[in-house]
């Protein structure tokens, strides 16, 4: 007995609810991102002060560098230079610490974002996801066995609805029971629609 994919509305809700899911994922992703380019922008003004002070200390530690080569007063001259310089590394230094403080918080909140999308996969979905894997490995382990379709048969006794059996047989408890072979390859082919697969030959 091979199992194949089924089109039945099992399978096509199986697969429209993984498809949704791998929606949410890709849009929970790309807003986490434009989250966190969004909040990027605001380190241009620290790197802007980055640049014009270290640009503005350069400058100033080059100025000082060449008064200091005039005689007598050199040294003298260049102490205002040189704490302007200072200042001027201070500020760009603030300007480094600004853009480390907004890449922090672009990453806490890009996380953030993506935490409660992505808990729902992991929490509601993905165990689902895994429990239906287990049911439809064991029910393919059972059809491949000849005693198999026995097996799922008794299972679509106990758990289809009793419509569904009903239409098989009127007595289908009975006929299971007789080991009527068109009823007990119905309840097995029953069982396996309802996890989304369908026997063959």
């Known amino acids: 007995m091979k199992i194949y994919a089924d089109r039945f509305p ?4 199986q697969f429209l609810t993984d498809l949704l899911v791998v ?6 992703i790309r807003f986490a991102l434009w989250v966190h380019d969004l909040v990027q922008k605001l380190a241009v003004p620290g ?6 002070g270290g640009g503005l200390a350069d400058n100033l530690a080059d100025a000082g560098g060449k008064i200091r080569r005039v ?12 704490k302007a310089a200072d200042a001027a590394r201070a500020m760009a230094e603030a ?8 890449g922090q918080l672009a990453l806490a909140l890009s996380i953030a974002v993506l935490v409660f999308p992505l808990g729902l996969v992991l929490v509601g979905w993905l165990p689902l996801r895994l429990r239906w894997m287990r049911r439809a490995a064991s029910a393919k382990a059972l059809a491949a066995v000849p005693a198999g ?3 799922l048969a008794l299972r679509a006794l106990a758990g289809q609805p009793i419509g569904k ?6 007595d289908v408890a009975d006929a299971w029971r007789r080991g009527d072979d068109a009823t007990v390859e119905a ?4 069982e396996l629609r309802g996890l989304g697969l369908r026997a063959g030959r």
């Open 10 to 13: 099992t399978a096509v809700r």
């Open 23 to 28: 929606v949410w994922v890709y849009a929970a």
């Open 47 to 52: 790197q802007k002060l980055e640049g014009a």
């Open 71 to 82: 005689p007598l007063v050199g040294d003298e001259l260049t102490a205002p230079f040189a």
């Open 95 to 102: 300007g480094r610490d600004q853009q480390e403080l907004v």
């Open 149 to 151: 379709r026995d097996l």
């Open 165 to 170: 059996l009903t239409r098989i047989a009127p």
């Open 187 to 190: 309840l097995a082919a029953l």
